[in-house]
């Protein structure tokens, strides 16, 4: 089974860090955003500077929404979305191009390595479930003096 989901659920630590990495992803569109009205708006001919800030925030606002659904089979479907969407945002700023390719790195690297982190975490509560018999809630087993 590959790692790189495109739909599906992923384990506890793996949406915590795609979450995370959407988190910052929005704050890095919100800004190219601005960079994007201000470039079209010292353009004498160019009308469009309040379509690229409405646009921008938006894919900002999906960052947010995105990251927020990251628990949902569809969440990461919705991530993939957002991070073709940055890179397709290029075409206006081209430096998003860079800070595209960033964060396409972070997210792949966070479903690689979340979805081991998560295999990890899963083997060592088999492992402590199966040793706890003799244990009290506090994780020490029982003595008994004699």
Known sequence: MSPTIFYGQTGKFTF????TVLGGQSICILLGALVARAIAATDQGSGSSTAYLVVG???????????GLMRRPWGVTLGWVVQALTLLSALVV??????????????VTCL???AKVD???ARRE??????EAGADDDGTADRVDG
């Open 16 to 19: 915590r860090m795609l979450a």
């Open 57 to 67: 925030v938006g894919l900002g606002a999906l960052c947010i929404v995105a990251a």
């Open 94 to 107: 081209p430096m998003m191009f860079v800070v595209g390719l960033f964060f396409l790195a972070l997210w």
């Open 112 to 114: 690689v390595k979340g």
């Open 119 to 121: 295999a990890e975490m």
């Open 126 to 131: 088999a492992a402590a479930g199966g040793s």
